[in-house]
């Protein structure tokens, strides 16, 4: 099992603990797989505890056999005092745990463990840090971006008039696979959920979800109700297609529309204006605007509009246009109206205004971009407009 | 969305409230997606408040459009309380939490917003609940066991000599996608994580993984260290197929292993031996006979044909044989040797006595069984042997 080169570890090492000394605390101890990714570069079963200052050390239950200078065994939480001290850590009394991620029970036992009176909230230092990517996460990112597009030059070959959205997806996700995308789909919060993707058309686009999702659909189940339902896509209809772009342990995150033949206009002017969004949203994202603000500019030309009924869902809205990427699908910042974000130099982020449209389909699209001092890049570049799929 | 019909959901309600009551709570406050699918029988995001008499109320914030009796809308946990005046329950005192999945935070709120000094764990008398069946779940585990056998008949059929262990499960991921597997994997525990299934050959199958579960394998990326990890699948070698079982919401767990050509005596032994461990177990267990028993049982068998340092794994031994299934893949009860469960008619569990021979790959089967008061009754059947791939 290979941790992160050193340079790269130093440099998340050296981020988080800036936090962690601005919040007054003695250390950080990790615990989540998503984090534990972050901070070793590898998903392992146990802890990471990470100082105000000095250097992290990793608390391993299993697997066996992992040689690093920083690495020492462990079998349960109750030996991590004792595993800090042998470490030459001192006794902590001000930690931070991930309280926002732990089980009650577990962060419980993990305070008897540390013998502290009190635990810190250490979830906003760790989806902080993990918002501005550094170049090498940029660079797992870019390459998710190109693979994931090029997984989508097969759609219209996988497409057939008169198969179903479960057919689709499933031939979707062969080619996803063969390309690389590695399967799971991280996403923060105990109850969110999804397979693979979200491949919607004609009404069932318009079906309510319970998922913080920004579209819906019925599912196939009554236990993940999200997605396609076993909907034949016809003729008049549109497709969208949202799917997995996990290919590097970073997940870019892309959507596609298109149609099946000919779609009624209010479809067509929908889906150009998502595009129009886009491209006002590229213009005025940068360092120090926020996302508060790109936001009220995508509900303010969707107004000019008049297409509110359609904007984020139809029966049902979603309250955000997008949010970042990283390892899970749904990092900081987030674009909503009421978000306290505010746009930094190597955030990643998915913007995805979409329209739902009654009886035809979810139409726009969604991109991820990296935010730079001059701009947003674009790192899943694919062709934009709403192309039909029987020519 | 549909909820469980009326008889059903007061079959699953008595069960848990004869539980609240023996507890001496007011009610149990369900929160996660495996137990709100438990007690309504759909995914939604909110709550369930299930009193310890009388009626459970489902508390959604989404979808929207529900139409159920026992349906109310809230839009936060702040609500909780005068949504459950409103239908007429008294505000508990003693309510009980998911406090083993609940993240810290959460708990910490809702116990605010239902302004209690103490909150109690609800989590235990959810899963006991849950690890007796009722005939209905029985009727969908056996579903999922019929549909994941056939599924199976095709291994033969995708199987080539000289492809990897990963394009060998990207097809069978089709198969069972096209079969109807619904492709979530329920587990619970914070830290499991797994994508489609674990298919296993060569010396892959003896690298340890940071998960509990009874095999490892590299993985294809640090960011999930299990599974196949591109070991191309050569005479010799052996090749195990442990494939996801979710098709009707309730998950069977059950694994193949092959030959590819001629395999060491060594290998043919392991594997007889695991499928006279079923045997066996199928003989002993019964309502009241213990799951520590069961385990030593096995591990009795092992001992005596001298095979101890292949079971369970080699470099790296998993702590138990067999768990429960349902809704998540890891449910009660563990056959562990320290385990305290007591089997019960109506309890589906998962044996999975396996062996690690290195250099050659896992073999040993799993199969899902019901208990009744004369046995086990298999859910998932299919041929043991280990048969050859190239024949």
Redesign the interface.
């Known amino acids: ?2 941790f992160l080169d050193k340079e790269e570890q130093q440099l998340r090492q050296s981020k988080l603990q800036q936090f962690i000394r601005e919040q007054g605390f003695d250390g950080l101890l990790v615990s ?2 998503a984090n534990l ?1 972050y901070v070793a ?6 802890y990471a505890y990470v100082p105000a200052e000095g250097d992290t050390l990793y608390l391993v ?5 992992i040689e690093h200078p920083q690495v020492v065994y462990i079998r349960k939480p109750e030996q991590i005092v004792d595993a800090l001290t042998a470490a030459g850590i001192a006794k902590p009394s001000r930690i931070a ?1 991930e ?10 036992r993990l305070q008897a463990a540390l013998n502290v009176e009190t635990v810190f ?1 250490g ?1 906003p230092i760790l989806s902080q840090s993990r918002s501005v990517k550094t170049p090498c996460e940029v660079e797992l990112l870019r390459q998710s971006g190109i693979r994931h597009s090029n997984s989508y030059q097969r759609i219209p070959s996988v497409f057939e008039v008169g198969m179903t959205d ?2 689709f997806q ?2 979707m ?2 080619v996803l ?2 390309d690389g995308c ?3 789909f991280r996403i923060s919060g ?2 969110m ?1 999804l ?2 993707g979200n491949v919607l058309s004609g009404d069932n686009a318009d ?6 999702f920004a579209m ?1 659909g019925e599912g ?6 999200v997605g396609c339902n076993g909907t034949v896509l016809r003729y008049g209809n549109t497709l969208m297609v949202d799917m997995n772009g996990n290919f ?2 970073y997940m870019t995150d892309m959507t596609r529309s298109f149609r099946i033949g000919d779609v009624p206009q209010l479809a067509l002017d929908a889906h150009q204006l998502s595009i129009d969004i886009h491209n006002r949203l590229r213009e005025a994202i940068r360092p120090g605007f926020t996302a508060a603000e790109a936001y009220n500019l995508a509900a303010a030309m969707v107004a000019d509009a008049g297409l509110d009924d359609y904007f984020m869902g139809h ?2 809205k979603a309250g955000f246009i997008g949010h970042g990427v990283g ?1 899970e699908v749904n990092e900081l910042p987030v674009l909503a109206p009421r978000s306290k974000d505010v746009f930094r130099a190597g955030n990643v982020i998915a913007l995805e205004p979409k329209f739902v449209i009654p009886g035809v389909g979810a139409v726009g699209i969604e991109s991820t971009y990296l935010v730079t001092e001059s701009g947003l890049e674009c790192l899943t570049e694919f062709p934009e407009e709403l192309a039909d799929l029987c020519q």
């Open positions: 099992m290979k989540s797989n990714y570069g590898a998903v392992y079963a146990g239950r299993r697997p066996v056999g745990l309280l926002d991620r732990l089980p009650y029970n577990m962060a419980k909230n979830s479960v057919e499933i031939e996700e062969r696979r063969c590695l399967g799971i105990e109850s959920e397979y693979m079906t309510p979800t319970p998922y913080d819906g196939l189940h009554t236990s993940l109700p590097t342990g029966r049902q390892i």
